[in-house]
C-alpha cells in the first residue's frame, strides 16, 4: 500500500485492486491512477492530477487528452509538480482528513517502485512519532506549521464527538498558531488556540473551543512552553482530569517545488486511439458527466436536507437553553453541548453559524441566570430589611400606643371630676333668686375650667391622630388602629359632655346677664320718662312729648302728626311711653320716605334730560361719520385712475392727486368732528352715575368705523403719493428730453458757427445772464427744433430751477459734452495727429469736450479737444474714430447707475450733511460734479441729479473699506 493516502477513498500512486503493477502500464484494471472519490485527482474545480480528466481515459498512462499538458501537472491553474489545487495543500497531500503528503501508511522503508515506462521514484521512510515531533518544531520554527490529527478521547464521549478530526493552521493568536478543525463541505467552528497569562497563569495554555478567548470550553492542556498544540497532557473536561487517551498527531509541510524545475519528469507512453473509438468514448464521458451530476445533485439535496435536520435539533436545544433558569441552566446546557456534539459534522455548511447561535444562547442564559441570582439576593437582603423594619416599626407603634392610653386616661380621670358641675346651674329658682353677678363670676370660673380641660383633651386627641399619621398605612399600625379608635373615639365623647355642660353654663351666665340688663334697661327708661315728665305727675302732656321726639329722634314732627299720636296715646303714662316713641319713630321715617322719593324723582327728571342731550350729540356723531364715509367712497373712486391707469399724461395725474387730496381734506374734517363730538358726550356722561358707559356702545360703533375710513384713506393716500411721485418723474423726464432736444440744437448751432460754449452764451446776451424772455427769443432761433406752445418757458423753469435767470455756469453745465473712451488711445497736443503725446488715454476714462469735432486733414479723421475729467490739468485732442471705422470715444460717461442702495445728501460730508432722500438700486444720476474724497470718512463722492425726480446732492460712489453703491453706466 505504498504512498497510499488516508482519505476516504483509494487514490494516489496505488490502485484499490492491483497496487502499481496492472495492464496497461501504471494504470491499474480496478481503479488505477485514476482516483475514484477524493485522491490526487480533485473533484471540485475540474482540475486535474496524474491523469487528464477531460474527454479519454485511455491506457496511455500519464497521457492528457484535454489540452496536451503532460506528466505531473496539474491543468486547473498552471501549477507545477505534484501539487493538488483542492484547500491549497501542496504536494501529495490528500484533502479528505487532512494527511500530508508523502506520509506512508506502510511499514516499507526506501521502497523503490518500480513503473513501466518511467523512472523509478523512491517512497519516503516512515517517521516515528518523535520524529514527527520534531519535524513539526522544526516546521513551526521556519514560519510553517504543520496540520494535526486528534483522536478520540475515551472519557468523554460528547466532547470526543465534538474534537476529534484534522485541522489545520489559520491564524496565530498571542504569538502561537491557531488551528481549525476540516470538514468536508465546509468548516466548523471548533479551535485550538493558546492564551497567555492576560488573565492569570490558571487561564494561561492550550485551549479546544469554538471561539478564541470565549467562554465555552471542552479541552485545556497547561503546557505552555510548547510552540505547538501539545500532542498529550489534554484534562477532559477542561477542569476534570488528564485523559490520556486523547492525542494529537503531526503531519508534515510538503516541500515546495524547486523553482524552474517541477516535479520529476515522467515520461508515459503515447499509444493511437481509432477515431471512433474516441467518439464513442466521448459519448460515454458525456453520459456517465450527467449521471454523474444528477447524483451530485441529489446527494447535496439529501446534505442539504440532514444539515438543516441537524442544525434544528441542535437549535431546539438552543431555545431551551435560552429560556433556562437558575434550576434548569445546566442540564440544558449539557443537553446543548451533547447536541452540539451529536449533529457536529451533519451540520455541515450551517455548523458554524449554528454554533454562533449556541455560543450566543449560552451567554445571554448565563447572563440571564447571574441577573435572576443577583436578583434573587438582592431580594433576600431586601426581605431582611424589611422584616427589620416591621420588627423597628412595631416598637415604636407600641410604645406610641402605651403613651397615647395613659394621656388619653389622665384626661378622662379628669372629666370625671367635672361630671356634675353644671348641675348648680340647672335650677331656674336658684338662678332667679341669685345675685347676678355673685352667679356671673362663678359661671365664668367654671367654664374656664371647662374649657382648659376640654381644650387640654382636643390637643391630646389631635396629637393621637397626627402622630398616627407618621406611620403610614404599615402593617404595625394597622394592628393598632382599633384601639387607637376607641382611645380618639372615647376622647371625642369627653368633649362633647364638656361642650353640653359648657353650653349649660353658658346659657344659665347669659340668663343672669340678660335679667340684669332688663332691669338695667327698665331702671334706665324710668328715669328716662321722668327726665322729660317735668311736672312730676306721671304722665307726659302735648309740651313734654314734643320736647322728647325733639331731643331723642333729632327730628320736629308736624303738629298734625303729633296730634294725631297724643289723641290715640293719651294719658301717656310710663306704660305708654314706649308706644310713643315707636309711633314717632315711623312717623319720622315716613316723612324721610316721601322727601327721598321726591328728590329721586327731580333726580331722575335731570338724568333724563341729560340722556336726550347725550343722544343728540352722538346723533351729530353719527351724521358726521356718515358724510366722512361718503368722501371717502367719492376718493375711492377719484382715486382709482391713478392706480391702474399708467398712461395720464403728468399734468392730469397732478390734476387727479389734488381732487383726491382735497376730498381726503374733508374726510379729516368730519372725523375730527365726529371724535370732538364723542369726546362732548363722554363729557356730558361724567358725574353722572346712571350715564356711566352710556356713549360707550355709540362711541366703540364709531371709532370702529373710524379705524375703517382712515385704514382706506391710507392706502388712498400712498397710491396718491406714488401717483404724485409718477408724475413728478414723467414730467421731469418730458422736460429732461425737451432739454437734451435743445442741447443738441444749441451744440448744432454752435458747430454751424464754430463757437465754443462760452462763445455761444456771449453771443446770445452780450456774457449777461439770460431771463426768461431772451431765452425764449434763443430758443425759437435753433434750427431743428420745435416745440409747444408755452414748452420753451417750461423749459426754461425746468433749466433755470429756483432762479429767475439763466447765468453763464448753469448754461455751460447745461451744453456741456462728455466722452467715454471706449478703446485705449492718445491724447495729443495739436489736431494733427503726428503732434505730441500730453498722455495715453485708458480704456472707461470721462472726457469733457471744450470744442466742436474737427476733421484732421493728413488722416480724414474727426478729432475733439477735449479735457480729462479726473485731472482738470490736462487738455488736448482725441481722434473719434479710426479711418477704417473703429470707435475710441462715445459721447456718454457723465451717468452712473446705482448698484447698492445708498443716500442723497445736501452736502459733500457724510456726517455733517442732510439726507435728502434714498437712492434706490437701479437708480441713474447724471454726474454735476466728479468723484472728491470726503476727508472725514474716507468715502469717494460725487454730486449729481436723479433722472427720476431732478434730486440733486452728493452720493457716495465707494466706501473706504471697497464697497461700491455707484458704477458707471
Request: hydrophobic share 35%; proline share 3%; glycine share 8%.
Amino acid at each position: 500500500m505504498a504512498w497510499q493516502a488516508q482519505g476516504k477513498g483509494q487514490g494516489g500512486w496505488q490502485g484499490g485492486q492491483g497496487g502499481w503493477q496492472g495492464d496497461g502500464g501504471w494504470q491499474d484494471q480496478g481503479k488505477g491512477w485514476q482516483n475514484q472519490s477524493q485522491g490526487w485527482q480533485s473533484q471540485g474545480q475540474g482540475q486535474k492530477g496524474w491523469q487528464n480528466q477531460g474527454q479519454s481515459q485511455g491506457k496511455g498512462g500519464w497521457e492528457s487528452q484535454g489540452q496536451g499538458q503532460k506528466g505531473w501537472q496539474n491543468d486547473g491553474q498552471g501549477q507545477a509538480g505534484w501539487q493538488k489545487q483542492g484547500q491549497g495543500q501542496q504536494g501529495w497531500q490528500n484533502q479528505g482528513q487532512g494527511q500530508a503528503g508523502w506520509q506512508n501508511q506502510s511499514p516499507q522503508k526506501g521502497a523503490v517502485v518500480p513503473c513501466k515506462g518511467a523512472s523509478a521514484t523512491i517512497v519516503p521512510p516512515i517517521k516515528t512519532p518523535a520524529q514527527q515531533a520534531a519535524a513539526a518544531a522544526g516546521g513551526s520554527a521556519q514560519g510553517k506549521s504543520p496540520p494535526i490529527v486528534v483522536t478520540a478521547c475515551a472519557s468523554n464521549p460528547t466532547v470526543s464527538n465534538i474534537i476529534k478530526g484534522s485541522y489545520t493552521c489559520t491564524e496565530t493568536n498571542h504569538g502561537k498558531p491557531v488551528y481549525k478543525k476540516d470538514i468536508a463541505g465546509g468548516t466548523v467552528s471548533v479551535l485550538i488556540y493558546y492564551w497567555d497569562e492576560r488573565d492569570g497563569p490558571n487561564f494561561s495554555g492550550w485551549w479546544f473551543g469554538p471561539k478564541i478567548g470565549g467562554d465555552q470550553v471542552w479541552a485545556y492542556s497547561g503546557n505552555k512552553e510548547s510552540p505547538l498544540p501539545p500532542p498529550n497532557g489534554w484534562q477532559v473536561p477542561w477542569d476534570g482530569p488528564v485523559d490520556p487517551s486523547l492525542k494529537l498527531t503531526y503531519g508534515q509541510v510538503a516541500a515546495a517545488p524547486v523553482a524552474g524545475k517541477g516535479a520529476p519528469a515522467i515520461v508515459p507512453a503515447v499509444q493511437a486511439i481509432p477515431a471512433w473509438k474516441q467518439q464513442q468514448q466521448a459519448k460515454e464521458a458525456e453520459q456517465a458527466k450527467k449521471q454523474e451530476e444528477l447524483k451530485a445533485k441529489r446527494e447535496e439535496a439529501e446534505v442539504k436536507r440532514k444539515e438543516q435536520a441537524a442544525a434544528l435539533a441542535v437549535r431546539q436545544a438552543i431555545q431551551k437553553v435560552r429560556t433556562a433558569n437558575p434550576d434548569t441552566y445546566d442540564s440544558l446546557r449539557t443537553q446543548l453541548e451533547e447536541a452540539q456534539a451529536a449533529n457536529l459534522e451533519a451540520m455541515g455548511s450551517s455548523a458554524e453559524k449554528v454554533s454562533a447561535e449556541a455560543q450566543q444562547a449560552l451567554e445571554q442564559a448565563q447572563k440571564r441566570i447571574d441577573e435572576m441570582n443577583a436578583k434573587k439576593i438582592a431580594d433576600e437582603k431586601k426581605k431582611a430589611e424589611e422584616e427589620q423594619n416591621k420588627k423597628e416599626e412595631e416598637e415604636k407603634v407600641q410604645k406610641f400606643l402605651e403613651k397615647s392610653k395613659a394621656e388619653s386616661m389622665a384626661i378622662q380621670e379628669k372629666m370625671k371630676m367635672f361630671e356634675n358641675i353644671h348641675s348648680q346651674f340647672e335650677d331656674a329658682e336658684k338662678l332667679s333668686a341669685a345675685n347676678p353677678e355673685e352667679m356671673t363670676k362663678s359661671a365664668e370660673a367654671e367654664e374656664k375650667k371647662l374649657e382648659t380641660l376640654k381644650d387640654d383633651a382636643a390637643s391630646t386627641r389631635k396629637a393621637i391622630i397626627e402622630n398616627q399619621k407618621e406611620y403610614g398605612d404599615s402593617e404595625a399600625i394597622r394592628k393598632v388602629r382599633r384601639d387607637i379608635v376607641e382611645l380618639t373615639t372615647k376622647l371625642a365623647q369627653g368633649i362633647r359632655g364638656l361642650e353640653k355642660q359648657l353650653g349649660i353654663i353658658k346659657s344659665a351666665r347669659e340668663q343672669v346677664a340678660d335679667r340684669a340688663s332688663a332691669l338695667e334697661e327698665l331702671k334706665e327708661k324710668k328715669a328716662e320718662f321722668s327726665k322729660y315728665d317735668k311736672d312730676k305727675d306721671s304722665k307726659l302732656n302735648r309740651k313734654e312729648a314734643d320736647a322728647y321726639c325733639k331731643a331723642v329722634l333729632d327730628f320736629a314732627l308736624p303738629n298734625e302728626i303729633m296730634d294725631k299720636i297724643f289723641k290715640k296715646l293719651e294719658p301717656i303714662t310710663y306704660e305708654k311711653f314706649r308706644a310713643l316713641h315707636q309711633k314717632t319713630f315711623i312717623a319720622k321715617s315716613e316723612i324721610l320716605a316721601r322727601e327721598a322719593r321726591a328728590e329721586e324723582e327731580a333726580r331722575q327728571k335731570v338724568v333724563q334730560e341729560k340722556t336726550d342731550a347725550v343722544k343728540a350729540i352722538l346723533v351729530e356723531a353719527e351724521d358726521a361719520m356718515k358724510a366722512a364715509e361718503q368722501l371717502a367712497s367719492e376718493c375711492e373712486t377719484k382715486a382709482r385712475p391713478l392706480i391702474k391707469d399708467s398712461e395720464l399724461p403728468a399734468d392730469e395725474i397732478k390734476a387727479e392727486a389734488d381732487a383726491v387730496d382735497e376730498l381726503s381734506s374733508g374726510i379729516d374734517g368730519h372725523l375730527a368732528k365726529c371724535a370732538e363730538k364723542l369726546k362732548e358726550a363722554a363729557e356730558a356722561c361724567e358725574g353722572t352715575p346712571e350715564l356711566q358707559g352710556f356713549d360707550q356702545k355709540g362711541a366703540e360703533r364709531l371709532n370702529a368705523r373710524d379705524s375703517k375710513i382712515k385704514s382706506r384713506m391710507t392706502k388712498i393716500n400712498a397710491a396718491t403719493k406714488l401717483a404724485r411721485e409718477k408724475a413728478t418723474r414723467k414730467s421731469f423726464a418730458e422736460m429732461d428730453q425737451k432739454r437734451a432736444d435743445a442741447v443738441t440744437a444749441i451744440r448744432s448751432k454752435m458747430a454751424e458757427d464754430s463757437k465754443t460754449a462760452e462763445q455761444c452764451f456771449d453771443s446770445i446776451n452780450g456774457g449777461s445772464a439770460l431771463s426768461k424772455d431772451k431765452f425764449v427769443e434763443f430758443v425759437k432761433c435753433l434750427s431743428g427744433l420745435e416745440l409747444a406752445d408755452g414748452m420753451i418757458e417750461k423749459l426754461f423753469s425746468h433749466i433755470a430751477a429756483e432762479d429767475s435767470e439763466i447765468d453763464k455756469e448753469k448754461f455751460l453745465a447745461m451744453v456741456r459734452l462728455y466722452y467715454k473712451v471706449v478703446k485705449s488711445t492718445v491724447l495729443s497736443a495739436e489736431l494733427a495727429i503726428k503732434s505730441k503725446t500730453v498722455r495715453r488715454l485708458e480704456l472707461g476714462e470721462v472726457l469733457e469736450a471744450l470744442e466742436s469735432p474737427q476733421k484732421e486733414d493728413g488722416a480724414g479723421v474727426q478729432r475733439v479737444k477735449c479735457r480729462s475729467v479726473q485731472d482738470e490739468t490736462v487738455e488736448g485732442w482725441v481722434t473719434l474714430a479710426g479711418n477704417q471705422g473703429t470707435a475710441f470715444l462715445e459721447p456718454g460717461g457723465n451717468f452712473y447707475s446705482c448698484i447698492k442702495e445708498t443716500l442723497l445728501t445736501d452736502g459733500l460730508s457724510v456726517v455733517d450733511s442732510k439726507t435728502v432722500r434714498r437712492i434706490a438700486k437701479g437708480e441713474v444720476l447724471e454726474v454735476l460734479e466728479w468723484p472728491k474724497k470726503d476727508a472725514g470718512s474716507e468715502t469717494k463722492r460725487i454730486k449729481g441729479k436723479a433722472k427720476n425726480d431732478g434730486a440733486v446732492g452728493w452720493i457716495t460712489v465707494s466706501s473706504g473699506s471697497g464697497t461700491l453703491f455707484l458704477e458707471p453706466c
